[in-house]
Nanobody
Framework: VQLQASGGGLVQAGDSLRLSCRVSGGSFTSYHVAWFRQAPGKEREFVAAIAWSARYVEPMKGRFTISRDNAKNTVYLQMNSLKSEDTAVYYC????????????????????WGQGTQVTVSS
């Protein structure tokens, strides 16, 4: 299974950005897909995950929306009202799981990782 993350860039505070994660090499609906991020000098943290349902870390709920297009084998992370503290490398990851189970928020449960895409928010 391979994951290709894209869509990062340099934006200003208050702007929006949509990240994409294309999953190849497996049956897409057999995987839960999550986004994590790592800011400079900080540990990698959970952002959101999706199977049939979505799961978010509370501070980002309402600003970030995760979705999936099963026809395109792609998961999206729509990020609105971006803040400087959202600056990080964003990684997508996949874990085999039943489609109707709640996706995990734990990094250790994700077996496949993309290369990361840089998001920089200037204030």
């Amino acid at each position: 299974v391979q994951l290709q993350a894209s869509g990062g860039g340099l934006v200003q505070a208050g702007d929006s950005l949509r990240l994409s994660c294309r999953v190849s090499g497996g049956s897409f609906t057999s995987y839960h897909v999550a986004w994590f991020r790592q800011a400079p000098g900080k540990e990698r943290e959970f952002v959101a995950a999706i199977a049939w349902s979505a799961r978010y870390v509370e501070p980002m709920k309402g600003r970030f929306t995760i979705s999936r297009d099963n026809a395109k084998n792609t998961v999206y992370l729509q990020m609105n009202s971006l803040k400087s503290e959202d600056t990080a490398v964003y990684y997508c990851a996949a874990a085999a799981g039943h489609y109707y189970n709640i996706p995990s928020n734990k990094q250790t449960e994700y077996d496949f990782w993309g290369q990361g895409t840089q998001v920089t928010v200037s204030s």
